[in-house]
């Protein structure tokens, strides 16, 4: 169907969807190896349209040829797609052998009796390529690393079992998250999966569908466009056994309650609308906690280069943009930071917010926190902690900050307490500290990370690494249920499909190289290509997106290079 014809009729819905049941049992019975092939025959599909997927999804989100900006679309969509349906393959092909998903993993004891298992780096070629960063999974506490390795596999390993049909309603900013959610409910579940676009992607229908081939012709995947009504027809299709969505907490709570008295009266009596489970990745305000240090100069500028990075990337419209900065009301250089983020918003290009509905509530909040500056279209306001910046994802360019007492690890004991008790949303948070803080604190950082409930950290980093990180996992901190969802319930992504993990914690460097090693730090990353001011990400983005599709050590130089002169 051409992406100019009108949505997709019922009965062509209804076709989908008995093509997905056949698929279905199709999965089911093939063995672990062949599994593995497919994905393989994925990764291969990928590869072959990942210049149309960028340079589409540039052209949907108004990016001119040329742009530095490019770099974002390579790498949020076909780059992930490629680590994705390749670390699926290797765990297949890892079951097949009679090992496990973890084998190559370390696992070592975190805080709160945990066990946390390596995911970043786990080859030569990886810790070249993310020199100074690393990302484990941690799991709950009480769980062994024996436990872990037992139950990894979750139903990849599975044959005989028919785990029927899924709808997976995609999100409308990322580019790869529709695909890799249908991958996920693929792997971990034996799920085929009908995959909604959101409106905003409904001209890349063509791409997903060459991307997904393999997977399409097997009748494990089809992808449709559609709007609201088409969704609504989907949800409550008998066919359907299980709902996915990435979206808003009020999308989701459509979906189960409904809206209105019927909702209020569905609440009341325990008795959703959707009689099916549904998992979710729903976004929430991320906190980017910043813990007071003695920052030179160029470390306040590149750290507010980062923190800018993290809620300006796809012009803000991402559901783990950074929204609340942490600050030490005691800091001497708190007055010196703020003022960097202020030049950051002001020499970074400035690009209009594409997403539907973002300008009108860059007003809403310009309107509901009085003093709000607004800086080259972006909006920087300072929160009292009580105040919608809080409460509402404004997934547009708006950056709150606020600030808390104490220094060191009294600070950061109650920036913690601030977020996990008054943010909304528990699905990422970030955490700024130099290195000589961080060892001044010891232990008690790390018990700090421990009690921040959230579903990936990042330390020195931006919780969008973790994204990108096919090991990693990706979704709010356990607890949530549809009565009071959040950030949302369940994961995607885990690429070493670990069973019932807690969170992800990614640690990168505090200065980037040469800085870096000058300060102490064994690091040789450059400036992230995931930067705004990163001048080469667009050729950063295309080369990295190459060497994923071959990985080689020719291949790796070129992105380095890129990545250097940015």
């Not at 690091?523 to 080469?536: H, Q």
Request: with cysteine.
């Amino acid at each position: 169907m051409s992406v100019t014809d009108a949505p997709p009729t019922r009965p062509e819905l209804d076709r989908a969807l008995r093509e997905l049941r056949a698929g279905a049992e199709h999965w089911a019975g093939l063995p672990v190896a062949a599994r593995a092939q497919v994905f393989r025959e994925v990764f291969d599909a990928v590869a072959g349209v990942a210049r149309e997927w960028a340079e589409t999804a540039s052209r949907v989100k108004g990016i001119p040829t040329g742009s530095r900006l490019a770099g974002e679309e390579w790498m949020s969509g076909p780059y992930a797609a490629l680590e994705s349906s390749a670390s699926y393959a290797r765990a297949y092909e890892a079951i097949a052998q009679g090992g496990s998903p973890v084998d190559g993993s370390p696992t070592r004891s975190a805080p709160g009796g945990r066990t946390a298992v390596r995911v970043l780096p786990l080859d030569a070629r990886q810790r070249v390529l993310f020199h100074g960063f690393s990302a484990e999974v941690w799991m709950p506490p009480g769980v062994s690393a024996e436990q872990v390795r037992r139950e990894a596999g979750l139903g990849a390993g599975t044959v005989g079992t028919v785990g029927g049909v899924g709808l997976v309603l995609g999100a409308g900013n990322i580019t790869s998250i529709a695909p890799l959610d249908a991958f996920y409910e693929l792997v971990s579940a034996g799920r085929t999966s009908l995959v909604k676009l959101n409106p905003t992607f409904a001209d890349l229908l063509g791409v997903y569908e060459r991307a997904l081939e393999p997977l399409m012709r097997i009748g494990a995947v089809r992808v449709v466009n559609g709007d609201g009504v088409v969704g609504a027809y989907l949800t409550a299709h008998d066919d359907v056994g299980h709902v996915h969505i990435t979206g808003s907490q009020t999308t989701h709570d459509t979906i189960v309650w409904g809206r209105g008295a019927e909702a209020d009266r569905r609440r009341s009596d325990g008795d959703p609308r959707l009689d099916v489970p549904i998992t979710s990745e729903l976004g929430g305000v991320s906190p980017i906690i910043v813990v007071p240090g003695r920052w030179s100069d160029a470390d306040l500028r590149f750290q507010a280069e980062h923190v800018a990075t993290m809620r300006l990337h796809n012009a803000g419209h991402n559901c783990i943009a950074g929204q609340m900065v942490v600050l030490g009301a005691d800091w001497p250089q708190r007055d010196a930071f703020l003022a960097e983020l202020r030049r950051a918003f002001e020499r970074l290009p400035a690009r209009d917010p594409w997403y539907p509905g973002a300008t009108g509530r860059m007003r809403e909040a310009v309107a509901a926190h009085p003093g709000a500056e607004t800086i080259n279209g972006r909006v920087l306001l300072e929160s009292t902690g009580d105040d919608p910046a809080c409460d509402i994802e404004y997934f547009a360019p708006v950056l709150a900050w606020k600030q808390v007492p104490g220094t060191g690890a009294g600070f950061l004991r109650a920036a913690v307490a601030f977020a996990n008790d008054r943010l909304d949303g528990s699905l990422g948070a970030n955490v700024v500290v130099d290195p000589a803080a961080r060892k001044a604190m010891g232990g008690e950082f790390d018990d700090a990370l421990a009690e921040l409930r959230y579903g990936t950290i990042a330390v020195n980093a931006w919780t969008a690494v973790g994204f990108l990180l096919a090991g990693a996992t990706w979704g709010a901190f356990p607890g949530n249920g549809i009565e009071d969802v959040g950030s949302g319930i369940g994961v995607v992504h885990n690429g070493h499909l670990l069973s019932g993990p807690e969170r992800t914690v990614v640690t990168g460097p505090f200065r980037e190289f040469p800085r870096s090693v000058l300060g102490g730090e064994f690091s040789l990353f450059p400036k992230p290509p995931w930067f705004a001011g990163a001048s080469t990400a667009a050729t950063t983005g295309e080369r990295l997106t190459r060497y994923a599709a071959s990985p080689s050590w020719s291949r790796l130089l070129p992105v380095l290079l890129s990545a250097f002169r940015g």
